[in-house]
């Protein structure tokens, strides 16, 4: 079946008992059985729940892989990741993560005996392994200067060294990018974003490309209970059937949002990888078909970046991304405050950098909004 297709009517309709055309909400808790030692299936919802379960299935056949699971956030989701690792074990992760992510390697993950090797480009992934080393962790495009990195090629020297290949997917979704497919053996998504699509609820999601390492996570998402409550499993079920007709649009809008700001002189550099500028506008042809609706983009100065962020109107200034709704960040004080101020401005993060969720208004209606903030326009 089509990616599209897949989308809207998943492939598994076990739940259809009355010929229901969405997926209904099992809003319970438990699950009476049928007789001594036998079970319909389900005993308990934080074990599983049919309408988690269908939007699990539905996960797993977009990402290609054998099974999914889906949490309560992505938080969530990376937080049982960690449980799979035991204290004296080593990981290799990228230097631009997300930032509640390294929080949670740094406050929790240290706390519990994992240690962690952050690196920046895959060459320098093979000096930093370590014989107690066990994955590598990467994010790509990266947030907030929109950076690919060559899956395949991490993807490689994962396999080579014994090592798990995992792979935030948030900012491009399996619509553009297949990690599985590229090697990686975890797919991680914050669901909050572009597969819930109307800022309406958070989610996160595992996919698992072999069924022994999904039964094991499985077991510890069942055990430590942050697995999705049906309501916000539905949510989600009905965000990802428009998922693919968003994400072009949404891309399309900032084709032309980015052209547009390439050519204003108040800007000293766009971030977005669908300019033919961008250094690493052939990786993501090659590698994700699609280049997103993420973009950044740094201003002449700390005042026009602020100016901006407060005289938008049809943009919001709000943290998070994907959703229908544009939004504008601001990533020094929101995304990537926690960073110490010296890696920060080396990576640069400084006052002069914003981050545009490119929405599904119309692209002409964003521009405009932009213009009047550029030009300092009255709130009224
Ligand atoms: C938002 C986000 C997360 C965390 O997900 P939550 O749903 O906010 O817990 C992880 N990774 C990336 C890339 C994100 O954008």
Not at 88 to 96: M, P, T, Y
Not at 156 to 179: E, R
Not at 202 to 220: H, N, Q, S, T
Not at 317 to 324: F, H, I, K, Q, R
Request: glycine share 10%; with cysteine.
């Amino acid at each position: 079946m089509d990616f599209q297709t897949l989308c809207v009517h998943g492939r598994d309709k076990k739940y259809d008992l009355t010929g229901s055309i969405t997926v209904p909400i099992f809003q319970t808790a438990t699950f009476a059985h049928p007789g001594v030692g036998l079970s319909t299936g389900y005993d308990y919802s934080r074990s599983q729940n049919p309408t988690r379960e269908y939007l699990e299935q539905v996960m797993a056949d977009l990402e290609g892989g054998a099974e999914a699971l889906a949490f309560s956030s992505g938080m969530a989701a990376v937080a049982v990741l960690m449980e799979l690792f035991s204290p004296g074990e080593h990981l290799i992760v990228s230097d631009d993560l997300y930032g509640g992510t390294h929080r949670l390697f740094n406050h929790i993950s240290a706390k519990n005996g994992l240690s962690f090797s952050r690196i920046n480009t895959p060459e320098q992934i093979k000096s930093a392994l370590r014989p107690e080393s066990r994955a590598i962790f990467i994010e790509t495009p990266t947030n907030p200067l929109l950076r690919a990195i060559d899956i395949e090629a991490v993807a490689g020297i994962a396999a080579g060294s014994g090592l798990l290949l995992i792979v935030d997917n948030t900012f491009l979704t399996p619509y553009w990018q297949k990690p599985l497919a590229l090697g990686a053996d975890i797919v991680l998504h914050s669901g909050t974003k572009y597969l819930g699509g109307h800022n309406d609820t958070l989610a996160g999601f595992l996919v698992m490309k072999d069924p022994g390492l999904a039964e094991k996570l499985r077991f510890i998402s069942k055990t430590t209970g942050s697995g999705l409550a049906p309501f916000d499993s539905f949510l989600i079920v009905r965000g990802l059937k428009t998922l693919a007709v968003r994400l072009d649009r949404q891309e399309e809008n900032a084709l032309k949002i980015a052209d547009w700001l390439s050519g204003r002189a108040e800007l000293t550099q766009v971030n977005y990888p669908g300019l033919k500028s961008h250094p690493d506008y052939d990786l993501s042809r090659r590698q994700a078909g699609g280049f997103g609706a993420m973009i950044s983009f740094s201003v002449r100065d700390e005042t026009l970046a602020r100016q901006i962020l407060e005289q938008v109107k049809i943009i919001r200034y709000a943290e998070s991304l994907g959703g229908v709704e544009s939004l504008i960040t601001y990533p020094m004080l929101q995304t990537h405050a926690d960073l110490p101020e010296a890696e920060r401005l080396e990576r640069g993060i400084d006052g002069r950098l914003l981050r545009l969720s490119v929405g599904l208004e119309s692209a002409e209606d964003l521009i405009g909004d932009l213009s009047r903030a550029f030009a300092g326009g009255s709130r009224s």
